[in-house]
Antibody, heavy 121, light 109 residues
Framework: QVQLVESGGGVVQPGRSLRLSCATSGFTFKSYGIHWVRQAPGKGLEWVSV????????YYADSVKGRFNISRDHSKNTVYLQMTRLRSDDTAVYYC??????????????WGQGTLVSVSS | SYVLTQPPSVSVAPGQTARITCGGNNLGSKSVHWYQQKPGRAPVLVVHDDRDRPSGIPERFSGSNSGNTATLTISRVEAGDEADYFC????????????FGGGTKLTVL
């Protein structure tokens, strides 16, 4: 079965860096884009970033552009989110999600369980 | 950037029908997707492409989209349907990312 498992969250001071991992299994990794979506405590869902199936295309939300970098390792079936210059408003549960698609649209067809990032001094 | 608007809360008695709306400019020209999220859990896709259900999602969940409003309809509501529901579209023009509505808390009375 399709599985996505996030790791790497924790408590970090403002201005520091953290790398999240999304380990996948149960599907052909090289065929799917992967997204990161975050949810601040008690708030809604916010899209963060996406990487294409072959890793050549990467897109970011304006709120993280220039600070976060998404990448993927096909030998490990894993996607990473390198987060730098972290701020208090980056505090959230971070989910990775598989890029489901039909003609002309995309959506998250499978989600990981999430990993909590808390930015605090 | 594109904005999706949802009511913060909807309440319904068990066995009745719940309708959760999602509003956006000319939303009917886009494909809308819906997620259910229970407390402490990851979201789950319940409807994609306005009205299609993934395997394993009960037929009680249905969707529609026209004009400026998409609607998620849950028939014969059960206590287990109590959750937050989010609508989502794909922003094909700028960020290539997903735009989410603010979410609606469904309370089963």
């Amino acid at each position: 079965q399709v599985q996505l498992v996030e790791s790497g969250g924790g408590v970090v001071q403002p201005g520091r860096s953290l790398r999240l991992s999304c380990a996948t299994s149960g599907f052909t990794f090289k065929s799917y884009g992967i997204h990161w979506v975050r949810q601040a405590p008690g708030k809604g869902l916010e899209w963060v970033s996406v990487i294409s199936s072959d890793g050549t295309k990467k897109y970011y939300a304006d709120s993280v552009k220039g600070r976060f970098n998404i990448s993927r390792d096909h030998s490990k079936n894993t996607v990473y989110l390198q987060m730098t210059r972290l701020r208090s408003d980056d505090t959230a549960v971070y989910y990775c999600a598989r890029h489901g698609f039909t003609t002309g649209t995309t959506y998250a067809d499978y989600w990981g369980q999430g990993t909590l990032v808390s930015v605090s001094s | 950037s594109y904005v999706l608007t949802q009511p913060p809360s909807v309440s319904v008695a068990p066995g009745q029908t719940a309708r959760i709306t999602c509003g956006g400019n000319n939303l009917g020209s886009k494909s809308v997707h819906w997620y259910q999220q229970k407390p402490g859990r990851a979201p789950v896709l319940v409807v994609h492409d306005d009205r299609d259900r993934p395997s394993g999602i009960p037929e009680r969940f249905s969707g529609s989209n026209s004009g400026n409003t998409a609607t998620l309809t849950i028939s014969r509501v059960e206590a287990g349907d109590e959750a937050d529901y989010f609508c989502q579209v794909w922003d094909s023009s700028s960020s290539h990312g997903w735009v989410f509505g603010g979410g609606t808390k469904l309370t089963v009375l």
